[in-house]
């Protein structure tokens, strides 16, 4: 391989230095402070908002009703051929079927949606941590074991990260979620009644009370366990020489997996797609996995970057950063994939209730945001980290870290903003400062994680493979 062959392993223990601690905590309180002004002021304008969005939006309507002056003719037509306008449903500008029990959004809804938005994103990290960690135990990797105290320590946020994410959903659901307002409703359940939804009661099956209350828990609870197990077993191998501890971590990580493939789908439908009750993507689940894994993994480049700029991980080998990069890179390819596939498909059919989603994304200020995503998350570093030399430098691989992860908060803040703030949603001091106050926990949990073990699992048995990058013949 042309390098000196490394034959042990030398421990590092990192420190989690009190400046680094009121770094994150800094963050956190300047994020929560943000965000607290950003929401009174938002209670504040709260009738202002959104106001010249909506002028745009009539002025249009206005210039296309000129150029075609049988188009309403056509709509209402159309609107008498409607089957479910006996049902008392009609369509609002935005595409979603207008109930009378679905109240309009308040200045509380925009603050609701920020820290559902947040909590869901941050958690996703934590979750591609502990998946990745269970992949490489079961497929036998062993280039990224010199990296897996770090993703132990990333997926030390799912503990806290769950929690907020729960606590968030039990606070915003009768905020966010319409089908619990509908479910609340006189009209659940009785086929006479005018704001009666078949759509949902369709899906009563998986939107109730059992759902949030007892199913998103129960399966985040097992997958705490199921981290916690991993991250004793590697704990305990630093002390104990043998593969007892690697063998046993690879029964769970296979067990976690297969679990992980179902729960994971359904948590993507009941804490995102449901915010949108009526409308459904079969690829809704793997795109959501897609984002999680993506910036799962540029989360792991920044945290590696920085512990090599602080003089540590200096085993950690050029070769080992650069697979990641290329990890990076392939699964930006990835994302961009399943965003093709679901946008073509549901182009293709073009049936009302599938492209209702896009149509209310291609309006107003979100038109910009929905093209900004795909340079972001797509474009932009797959044309940077298509190049060899750009994922062997540090800068470069930070830079298109950083463009990920903005791309992908923006590509959640379009997943949930339409559908819960609809014209009224912005990117003001809330956003920013709830933003902040969550990357503040974050950077405390995972510091923190990494500081309580040494930085190499140095009895792992591949080890020297992953230190010398030997790959094989």
């Not at 679905?102 to 947040?118: C, D, E, I, S, Y």
């Not at 107003?364 to 929905?370: N, Q, R, V």
Request: glycine content about 6%; overall charge negative.
């Amino acid at each position: 391989m042309g390098h000196h062959i490394i034959k042990e392993v030398s421990q590092e223990k990192f420190v989690f230095t009190g400046r680094a601690k009121m770094v994150a905590i800094g963050l956190f309180l300047i994020g929560a402070i943000l965000a607290g002004v950003g929401a009174m002021d938002v209670k504040n304008n709260w009738d202002s908002i959104g106001q010249h969005a909506t002028e745009d939006v009539h002025t249009e309507e206005a210039a296309e009703a000129h150029e075609d002056a049988g188009h309403n003719d056509h709509h209402a037509t159309l609107a008498d051929a409607n089957p479910h306008a006996e049902d008392g449903h009609t369509e609002t500008a935005h595409g979603e079927e207008a109930h009378g029990d679905h109240h309009a959004p308040t200045w509380m809804n925009r603050v609701w949606a920020n820290l559902l938005m947040n909590s869901y994103y941050f958690w996703l990290f934590s979750v591609a941590a502990i998946f990745f960690i269970a992949v490489n135990y079961v497929a036998n990797a062993g280039w990224a074991v010199m990296l897996k105290r770090v993703m132990e320590a990333q997926s030390a946020y799912l503990l806290i990260g769950s929690i907020l994410l729960v606590g968030i959903i039990l606070g915003a659901k009768d905020t966010l979620y319409h089908w619990v307002q509908y479910f609340h409703s006189a009209a659940a359940g009785d086929e006479s009644a005018a704001g009666y939804d078949a759509i949902l009661e369709s899906k009563a099956w998986l939107l109730n009370n059992t759902s949030i209350f007892f199913f998103i828990p129960f399966v985040l609870i097992v997958w705490i366990l199921i981290r916690m197990k991993l991250r004793r077993n590697s704990v305990a191998e630093d002390e104990n020489k043998g593969l007892s501890m690697f063998k046993n971590s690879t029964r769970w990580s296979a067990g976690f997996i297969f679990f992980f493939a179902f729960s994971f789908s359904a948590l993507s439908w009941l804490i995102i797609m449901s915010i949108d009750a009526h409308w459904y993507s079969t690829m809704f689940s793997v795109y959501n996995f897609a984002i999680s894994f993506v910036t799962g993994l540029s989360v792991m480049m920044v945290i590696v970057q920085y512990l090599k700029a602080k003089g540590y991980m200096e085993m950690v080998s050029d070769e080992v950063v650069h697979d990641l990069g290329k990890f990076m890179f392939a699964f930006c390819i990835f994302w961009g994939y399943i965003f093709l596939s679901q946008w073509l498909l549901i182009w293709y059919t073009n049936l009302p209730e599938e492209t209702v989603y896009f149509a209310a994304r291609l309006e107003g200020g979100y038109k910009t945001l929905f093209a900004v995503n795909i340079f972001m998350c797509f474009l932009a570093p797959f044309l940077v980290l298509m190049m060899r030399n750009a994922k062997r430098s540090p800068k470069v691989l930070l830079t298109a870290a950083a463009v990920i992860l903005i791309g992908h908060w923006v590509d959640t803040y379009l997943l949930i903003m339409p559908g819960t703030v609809g014209d009224k949603a912005g990117i003001g001091m809330l956003e920013i400062g709830t933003t902040m106050a969550f990357a503040g926990i974050f950077i405390y949990v995972v510091l923190n994680s990494l500081s309580k073990a040494n930085m190499y699992p140095i009895n792992h048995p591949y080890v020297l493979e992953s230190a010398n990058h030997d790959v094989g013949p």
